[in-house]
C-alpha cells in the first residue's frame, strides 16, 4: 500500500492545518515527505490517529555503515530520541535506543521503534518502521501537535555497539516539521483568481540590527470589494537570512487619502497618519510557506468603505549589520472578485510590545501571560462567536514554547494553537478550533539561560513578543486583544525589591522601565516576586479596533482574569506491548527484503 | 513456600526499619500481616527487593459477593488503586481497577495486579496476588517506602460489573501499614536487661485541647551507667486518644538538684530550673510502637557526670475537653549494665517552635524547610560523621509529606528518611543511612485546605511543628539543630504585602507575630511572596548542647544553604508486560483451587 500512496514534499503543503477536516477522512491517513540530506537521506511519514502511531519510512542513499535517526526537545544530539541502523562489520543491526545528556547512545530498555521492513531497492535501502505516539518510556519522545525537531546523523564506519558510536564525529544535521499535520487538500483557488504583489521597491537595508520597513501603497482608484484567498512571501534572492517577519496592514477609512512613504517605521520622517494603518491584510514570518484561506471564506479587501492604502512593514534582522544590502520583499496576494460566504478576519493575542513585561536573565523556563478579557470579547464579538480556522504564534529568540487556550467562567476549555517545541525559526499556521469566545489567554515561556540582563518585551530582536495572530470569520471590529502588566504595580515592585536588598539600586523616577529592570539584583527572591507580581497585579487592556482606537471602557488597572481550573495533560495511552516488540537490537539483512 | 514462612502479626514488629540489614538475606523476603477486619480479612504480605514487587495473600473468612482491596493517597476510597474479587451471581471474577474522584470504579486499561491463586481452605478463601512497586500506569499507585493506606471494602451482593458497584453503601475501611518494611530481626535483649518505668502518677488531664505536662522525677542514688536498649509507652487504658506523644529528656548535671514538679508545662508555678532538662531519652508519638536500639549501640544514662533527674513530658490532645480525666501514662525503659560499643544520641532537626514559620490558609502542598547548616554540623559532629539508624517523623495535624536530606557542597546526596503519606497518626522511626553530615534538610508539606487562617508553627496542636529526631551513634553534644526564617526578614514581608495591598492590614509594631499573619490577606501575590521569603531570607540557626546552650557562633541572619542539585526521584522502573498479563477481568473458581 506504501508504494501506491501519493507522495508529496512537504514544502508544498502549506495552509491552515485541520485536525477535524482531515477526522472525515476516518482512517486515511496522511503522508509527508521531508529531504533530511539531499541525495542521501529521505523521509516519509504517515500518521494513524485512529491507531495513535506513526509510520515512517526512511531512503538511505548510497548506505556507509549506517544512519541514525529520531527526535529532540531543540533538534540537539543530546537527549535525544533515536533508532539506529549500525553493522558490527558482520550483521546489521536496527534498534530502538537513546542519547545520554554527553550524547552517548544506548540500547532502550522498552524497543518501541518497531522495524517492519528493510528493503533493498534501486534508490537505495527503504527502512519502514513504526512507533506509537506516546510509549510511556520515560527515555523516549512525545509526538504531539506542534514542531518536531528530526535528528539524523550518517554513520560512516563499523561500530562494535551502540555504546562505541561517537557522536561528535558523525555528519549530523536537524530538521524542523510538523509530523502531526494531517493532510488537509489545498482548497482550490477559483478560476478568477488574480494576484498582486505588496513589495517595498529596491529597500537600501540599514546596517543596524533591528528595522521595521514601512511602506505604502495603494490600490487601484476604484478597485472594487475582493477576497483575498492565499498569500505568500516573495523574498529577494540572497536575503532568505535578512527577512525575519512581514505584514501588509490596511489603512482606515476615516482618511481620504494617505502619504506615500518608504522608510523606517520609527523615522521622524514617517507621517503621523501612517499609525492609523493597522489592519492586517497579511502576517507572514520566517519559515512560514503559503496562506490558504478555507473555501467559504476569505480576507475582504478593496471597494467602498474600505481605504485603498496599504502599509507593508519589513521586520529586517540585520545581526552582522551587512551594509549597502538591497531588497524587495514582500508579500503576493491571491485575491478573487466572487466573494465567498464569510468575510474572514486577523486578531493579535497576546502581550502589549512594552517592557513592563520582562524576563529575569538565566531563567530556563519562565512565563509570560497575555489576556484577551471576556470585557472586550463580550464587546467584540458577535454573539455566535467567531471560528478560528489558523493561528500563527511568535516569539524572538528566547521562546520556547506558546499556547493559547480559551477559558469560560474561570475553566479553560480548549486548546487553540500549541507548540511544546516552539522555534522562533519555525512558525506555521497550525492548529483549528471552534468558535466561541470568553478568554483566550496566550502564554509563552522563555528561556534565558545565555542572558545577562533582563529581556523586556519590544520590538528588536533582543527584546521579547509572545503573539498569536488568529485567522477567523465571521470578520469583527476587533484588531488586537492584547495585555500588560499595569505599570504602577510594577513600580511597586522595583520598590519592595530596593527594600529587601541590601545594595541599593536605581528606581529613580527618571530611570526608564529597561533601566530599572538591568539594575534589579536577580536572586530568587527577586525572580519569584515578579512572577507573583504577574500572577497578581492588575492588567491593562489594548482593546483595539483596526482603526488603532480602543473600544470603549475602562481598559486600566483591570483584574487578571481568574482561572480557578486548568485543562488536565491528556493522560498519554501507553500502548499495550507484545510478544510482536523485541527485546533489543533486531538483526537486518539489508538487501534482502524483510527483515 | 508460602503455608511455611513465618508470620506474625505487624504490630509485634517495631524498631528500626533497616534496608541495609533486609539486603543482608539476600532474596530472602520479610513477611508481614495485619488483621483488616477482625474476624474477615487478614492481609499477609512478601517483598521481593530484587524482582520490585509485593505478593499479597488475602484471606477473606465468611466470603459473601466479593471484596475490594487496595491503597490511596490518605486512605480515602476516591483515587484508589483496587484489585476487586466479585461476583455477578453466576461467575466469579478477579480484576485490577480503579476508583475516580467520585469513587466510581473502573477496569484498569493495564491488569498489574496478576493473580496467582485462588484457593478456599477451611479459614476461608484465600486470594494469592502480586503487584510491581512501579507499574507505570498513571491510574495505579506507587509503592514506595513510607506510609501505605490500605483500603478495602466487603460486598455483600453480586453485582453485574465492577461500574455497578456503589462504594459509598459497602463496609469500608482503612489501614496505615509500611508495606516495604523489610524484616529486620528483633535485637536481642541482653539476659541482664532490667526495666524502668518512667510515669506522672495519677495526672489530672487539664480540660484544655493542648496540655504540655511536666513532671520531674529521679534515678537512685548512686544509680551507675547504663545502657536503654529498648523502650515503649505505657498507656493509660482508656486514654489512647488523648496521648498524642511522650518524651523523657535528662537534666543537665550543671546543676547538683532540680525541684520536684509535676503540672503544666508553661505553668508559672513550674521552677525555670526545668528548662535545664532537655537531653532526650526517648520520644514517642501517636502510633509508634517498641523502639529498639541496634546491637552495637545503647543510650547512655546514669553514672558519673550525668544528672539524676529526669523530666517527663506528655503531650495531652484533649480537643472535647473531656474534664476530670486521670492519667498514669508514661515510658518504660529497658536498660542494662552491660554498656554497649557505642553511646546512641538523638538530635532534633528541623523547625523550631515558633510562629514565624506558617502556611497560609486554603494551601493543598505549601513547603516548609529547616536547615541543620555544615557551620552547625562541622562545629558539632566528630570528622568520620556519624550513623544514623533510624528516625521519627514529627508534625501535627495538616502535614502531609515529611523528608530530611542531606547535601554537601550545594548537592542532595542521601535521603535520610521520607514519607509521601505522612499521616500524623503514624508516626514510626524508619529509614537508615550511614554517615556523613554537612546540611541536612527536613522539608514538611501542608495540607491547609480547611483552616480560615495561618497556621503558625509552636507546641499547640492547632499550629504545626516540622521535626525529624534523628537516632544516631557516636553520641556528641549536638541536641538540636534546627532553624527559622529571621523575624527582620519577616516583618519587611509584612510591610511590602501591606504596600501591595489597597486595603490596610495591622502591621502595628506591639502585634505579635500570629495576630500579624491572622491580618495577611491571603491572595496569590502575599501566597507566592511568603514562599519567597522562605526560600531566599536568612535563617537564625538553633544550634544547641543539651543544655540548652548554643554551640558558640554566630547564628543570627545566617545564609540559607543553597541547593545547587536536588536528587532525582527515580526512574521508575516500568515492568515488561508480557502474555502473563491478562487483558482484563480474571475469572476465579473460587474454592476449587488454583484459578
Given at each position: 500500500a506504501w508504494g501506491s500512496s501519493r507522495r508529496c514534499r512537504w514544502?508544498?503543503?502549506?495552509?491552515p492545518n485541520m485536525r477535524e477536516a482531515a477526522s472525515m477522512?476516518?482512517?486515511a491517513v496522511a503522508i509527508f515527505l521531508v529531504i533530511l540530506v539531499a541525495g542521501t537521506l529521505e523521509l516519509s511519514w504517515n500518521v494513524s490517529y485512529v491507531q495513535e502511531d506513526v509510520h515512517f519510512q526512511l531512503l538511505v542513499r548510497g548506505l556507509k555503515a549506517g544512519v541514525l535517526f529520531g527526535m529532540s526537545d531543540r533538534g540537539e544530539l543530546e537527549n535525544a530520541d533515536l533508532v539506529v541502523l549500525w553493522t558490527d562489520g558482520g550483521r546489521s543491526y536496527f534498534a530502538d535506543a537513546w542519547s545520554d545528556q554527553k550524547g552517548r547512545i544506548h540500547l532502550d530498555?522498552?524497543?518501541?521503534?518497531?522495524?517492519?521492513q528493510a528493503q533493498g531497492t534501486p534508490d537505495g535501502l527503504v527502512l519502514l518502521f513504526k512507533r506509537p505516539f506516546?510509549?510511556?518510556?520515560?527515555k523516549d519522545y512525545l509526538i504531539e501537535d506542534g514542531t518536531v525537531h528530526l535528528v539524523y546523523g550518517i554513520l560512516e564506519e563499523p561500530f562494535q555497539?551502540?555504546?562505541?558510536?561517537?557522536?561528535?564525529s558523525l555528519h549530523t544535521g536537524l530538521q524542523r516539521v510538523q509530523l502531526l499535520k494531517p493532510e488537509v487538500p489545498t482548497p482550490a483557488v477559483p478560476a478568477d483568481t488574480r494576484t498582486m504583489e505588496i513589495r517595498a521597491p529596491?529597500?537600501?537595508?540599514?546596517?543596524?540590527?533591528t528595522t521595521y520597513w514601512c511602506y505604502i501603497t495603494e490600490l487601484p482608484q476604484g478597485f472594487p470589494r475582493h477576497h483575498i484567498v492565499m498569500y505568500e512571501p516573495i523574498i529577494t534572492e540572497g536575503n532568505e537570512a535578512l527577512v525575519h517577519h512581514m505584514e501588509v496592514f490596511q489603512c482606515t477609512a476615516t482618511f481620504e487619502s494617505f502619504p506615500h512613504f518608504s522608510g523606517p517605521?520609527?523615522?521622524?520622517?514617517?507621517?503621523?497618519?501612517?499609525?492609523?494603518?493597522?489592519?492586517?491584510?497579511a502576517a507572514w514570518a520566517l519559515g512560514a510557506k503559503a496562506f490558504y484561506y478555507p473555501e467559504e471564506a476569505g480576507l475582504a479587501f478593496g471597494?467602498?468603505?474600505?481605504?485603498r492604502y496599504l502599509r507593508l512593514e519589513v521586520h529586517y534582522h540585520n545581526p552582522l549589520k551587512i551594509p549597502g544590502r538591497r531588497d524587495s520583499s514582500g508579500i503576493r496576494l491571491y485575491y478573487t472578485a466572487?466573494?465567498?460566504r464569510f468575510d474572514a478576519g486577523i486578531m493579535e493575542l497576546g502581550l502589549?510590545?512594552?517592557?513592563?513585561?520582562a524576563i529575569p536573565p538565566k531563567e530556563t523556563a519562565f512565563v509570560l501571560t497575555g489576556y484577551c478579557t471576556d470585557k472586550c470579547t463580550q464587546l467584540?464579538?458577535?454573539?455566535?462567536g467567531v471560528h478560528i480556522f489558523a493561528s500563527q504564534l511568535h516569539t524572538h529568540l528566547t521562546g520556547r514554547k506558546v499556547v493559547t487556550v480559551l477559558a469560560r467562567d474561570g475553566r479553560e476549555t480548549e486548546i487553540v494553537n500549541r507548540d511544546n517545541?516552539?522555534?522562533?525559526h519555525f512558525q506555521v499556521g497550525r492548529r483549528v478550533t471552534p468558535p466561541p469566545g470568553d478568554v483566550l489567554i496566550t502564554s509563552c515561556t522563555y528561556n534565558t539561560?545565555?542572558?545577562?540582563l533582563a529581556t523586556v518585551g519590544g520590538?528588536?530582536?533582543?527584546e521579547e513578543m509572545c503573539v498569536n495572530y488568529v485567522h477567523y470569520y465571521p470578520?469583527?471590529?476587533?484588531e488586537l486583544c492584547k495585555s500588560a502588566v499595569d505599570p504602577g504595580f510594577l513600580q511597586k515592585y522595583f520598590h519592595l525589591v530596593n527594600r529587601f536588598n541590601s545594595e541599593d539600586f536605581c528606581t529613580c523616577p527618571q530611570a526608564t522601565v529597561p533601566q530599572q529592570f538591568a539594575s534589579v539584583p536577580w536572586n530568587s527572591f527577586s525572580r519569584d516576586v515578579l512572577r507573583a507580581l504577574y500572577a497578581f497585579a492588575p492588567i491593562s487592556m489594548h482593546c483595539n479596533r483596526s482603526s488603532a482606537v480602543r473600544f470603549q471602557g475602562e481598559w486600566d488597572l483591570q483584574p487578571l482574569p481568574e482561572i480557578v481550573s486548568t485543562l488536565e495533560e491528556p493522560t498519554p495511552h501507553c500502548p499495550t506491548r507484545g510478544?510482536?516488540?523485541?527485546?533489543g537490537p533486531t538483526v537486518v539483512n539489508i538487501g534482502r527484503g524483510r527483515a
Open positions: 514544502a508544498s503543503i502549506p495552509g477522512y476516518g482512517t530498555n522498552q524497543q518501541d521503534y518497531q522495524l517492519l506516546a510509549t510511556c518510556d520515560p555497539s551502540l555504546e562505541a558510536i561517537n557522536i561528535s529596491d529597500v537600501l537595508i540599514p546596517s543596524e540590527e517605521c520609527d523615522s521622524k520622517m514617517k507621517p503621523q497618519r501612517l499609525s492609523y494603518c493597522r489592519h492586517v491584510l471597494g467602498p468603505g474600505s481605504s466572487t466573494l465567498r502589549v510590545y512594552t517592557p513592563v513585561m467584540a464579538l458577535p454573539s455566535s517545541h516552539y522555534s522562533p539561560e545565555d542572558r545577562k520590538f528588536g530582536i533582543l470578520q469583527t471590529q476587533l510478544a510482536q516488540s523485541p527485546a
